[in-house]
């Protein structure tokens, strides 16, 4: 009788389990340009596809860098969001920059549209709502991306981010500041941001990123007219990150950011 019932028990509850979506983080693999790549993809406990979904597509820094498609979800936005799953109801793209990459080279760029393409379709994301964060590396990448695709995304928050390279990593700084002839890179990345909305974050004493890059990028803004908030740490070093994705007014302030088209 106690293995009929159990039976029994296991047959009905079979379908409902059979029916449930996966959520949390999901392991990914993609193709470009034949290189397969691993990537993660946050999915929202409460996660419904009759309805789609607002889509972060978050850039590491380079101390993430690799190949197991597992090391960039433990800094920055992943280790906020196992802080406070309920906090993030979001979509979350992290692809992985591979070592000896950087985020502003066209084939890493590619991977992380590709990622975030592949996404949006698999767990219908909102192309309505699609945002973009980056810190450090990843920060440069935001910035890179914004000035090359200024209608993709809704929103960008930027941490501890930059425009021009760094002495210990040349080969970081945005497109504009390293391949092109222009005057003033700063002013030229806030030309082609145009009026999507920007939250800059960045500690004053940083070791690694001089705060004075996010200074002359938010001046630059202002300048262009642009939106952009603008929030400085006394006293914190390169990982204001942890500051930043605990704003308890930054996932209120990305969620009432859309698409005016």
Not at 124 to 143: C, Q
Not at 171 to 179: H, M, P
């Amino acid at each position: 009788m106690l293995s009929k019932l159990l039976l029994i028990t296991t047959l009905l509850a079979a379908p409902a389990f059979a029916g449930r979506s996966e959520t949390g983080f999901l392991n990914r693999t993609i193709n470009v340009a034949g290189f397969e790549y691993r990537y993660q993809v946050y999915v929202p406990e409460n996660w419904d596809k009759q309805k789609t979904w607002p889509v972060i597509l978050f850039l590491h820094g380079a101390g993430e860098r690799g190949d197991d498609g597992l090391l960039q979800t433990d800094v920055g936005l992943g280790h906020a969001i196992r802080k406070n799953p309920a906090a993030f109801p979001f979509i979350v793209v992290m692809p992985q920059c591979r070592a000896g990459k950087f985020w502003t080279q066209p084939d890493m760029e590619a991977l992380a549209l590709a990622a975030l393409d592949e996404s949006i379709k698999n767990f219908h994301g909102d192309r309505e709502r699609l945002y973009l964060t980056g810190l450090s590396m990843g920060g440069f990448g935001t910035w890179d991306l914004a000035a090359k695709y200024p209608s993709r995304f809704v929103a960008y928050v930027v941490i501890c981010g930059g425009i021009n390279p760094l002495p210990e990593f040349p080969g970081i700084a945005v497109t504009l500041a390293k391949e092109h002839k222009v005057a003033d890179p700063y002013a030229e990345t806030a030309h082609l941001v145009g009026k999507v909305p920007v939250w800059i974050f960045h500690g004053d004493a940083d070791p690694t990123v001089p705060v004075e890059e996010s200074r002359k990028m938010k001046a630059a803004l202002e300048a262009a007219h642009a939106t952009v908030r603008y929030t400085e740490y006394a006293g914190v070093g390169h990982e204001s990150w942890d500051n930043a994705y605990a704003e308890p007014e930054l996932v209120p302030w990305l969620l009432q950011q859309r698409s005016k088209h």
